[in-house]
């Protein structure tokens, strides 16, 4: 059988009025070049499809580099028309742009709650856990109610300046859903791995995240 990982990314490109958002490049482009590398096929949707609005690109980077060259051959697929029965994880991608599309956007939670309730691995870094906050399962509950987590902190956002722009504050909504925050210091790795639910704090994390996925799935394998 395939192994196939869907990557997920926003496509809200206003920060508030503040500046230009989108997609966090690296938090996609590290984790899909690990994902390939062990031998999975990656896809990558867009809650509108398309091509999806960019933040933080490094054209020093190759590996962003080779991603924003490989989906730019053709648009990215809508969410709604995504088959989650395809895939074994997915990874929702940050960057502020999530925290306008992914709570409250119906293919968001559609794909989350379908891998997950399939047996498969619900990963997400930095904002990307945006699309947890409303993620709740066949039986009404959230996926994150009594799980431990990771995502960018209350800190990391004053620090980013925008603590009063986004719509919420991300770790607090978290924990009103039940979830364990479990914060790192600002800017380094930390990823939490709670059973099928993998998640990262921010940049940093989206590497060694994509690494613990692997895990998961290998161990769900034998």
Same mark, same amino acid.
């Given at each position: 059988?395939?192994?196939?990982?869907?990557?997920?990314?926003?496509?809200?490109?206003?920060?508030?009025?503040?500046?230009?958002?989108?997609?966090?490049?690296?938090?996609?482009?590290?984790?899909?070049?690990?994902?390939?590398?062990?031998?999975?096929?990656?896809?990558?949707?867009?809650?509108?499809?398309?091509?999806?609005?960019?933040?933080?690109?490094?054209?020093?980077?190759?590996?962003?580099?080779?991603?924003?060259?490989?989906?730019?051959?053709?648009?990215?697929?809508?969410?709604?028309?995504?088959?989650?029965?395809?895939?074994?994880?997915?990874?929702?991608?940050?960057?502020?742009?999530?925290?306008?599309?992914?709570?409250?956007?119906?293919?968001?939670?559609?794909?989350?709650?379908?891998?997950?309730?399939?047996?498969?691995?619900?990963?997400?870094?930095?904002?990307?856990?945006?699309?947890?906050?409303?993620?709740?399962?066949?039986?009404?509950?959230? /996926?994150? #109610?009594? !799980?431990? $987590?990771?995502?960018?902190?209350?800190?990391?956002?004053?620090?980013?300046?925008? +603590?009063? %722009? *986004?719509?919420? /504050?991300? #770790?607090? !909504?978290? $924990?009103?859903?039940?979830?364990?925050?479990?914060?790192?210091?600002?800017?380094? +790795?930390? %990823? *939490?791995?709670?059973?099928?639910?993998?998640?990262?704090?921010?940049?940093?994390?989206?590497?060694?995240?994509?690494?613990?996925?692997?895990?998961?799935?290998?161990?769900?394998?034998?």
């Amino acid at each position: 059988m395939t192994k196939r990982i869907l990557i997920a990314l926003t496509s809200h490109d206003d920060l508030g009025g503040v500046e230009r958002t989108g997609y966090y490049v690296p938090e996609a482009a590290h984790p899909w070049e690990i994902f390939r590398k062990a031998g999975y096929e990656v896809d990558v949707a867009s809650v509108r499809g398309g091509q999806p609005p960019q933040d933080g690109f490094d054209a020093a980077d190759e590996t962003q580099v080779a991603f924003l060259a490989a989906i730019g051959e053709r648009d990215t697929d809508r969410l709604a028309d995504v088959d989650a029965s395809r895939y074994d994880a997915v990874l929702y991608a940050g960057g502020h742009g999530t925290m306008w599309d992914f709570p409250d956007d119906p293919d968001v939670i559609r794909v989350g709650r379908e891998v997950y309730e399939r047996g498969g691995v619900v990963a997400a870094v930095c904002h990307g856990p945006s699309a947890l906050v409303n993620l709740t399962l066949s039986d009404g509950s959230y /996926l994150v #109610a009594g !799980k431990r $987590v990771a995502a960018f902190t209350n800190e990391e956002e004053r620090l980013r300046g925008v +603590a009063d %722009v *986004v719509p919420f /504050l991300l #770790a607090d !909504k978290l $924990v009103e859903r039940g979830a364990e925050h479990q914060p790192g210091a600002n800017w380094q +790795a930390q %990823v *939490v791995v709670d059973g099928r639910l993998a998640t990262g704090q921010n940049p940093a994390s989206a590497a060694p995240l994509a690494e613990r996925v692997l895990d998961v799935l290998a161990e769900r394998r034998d």
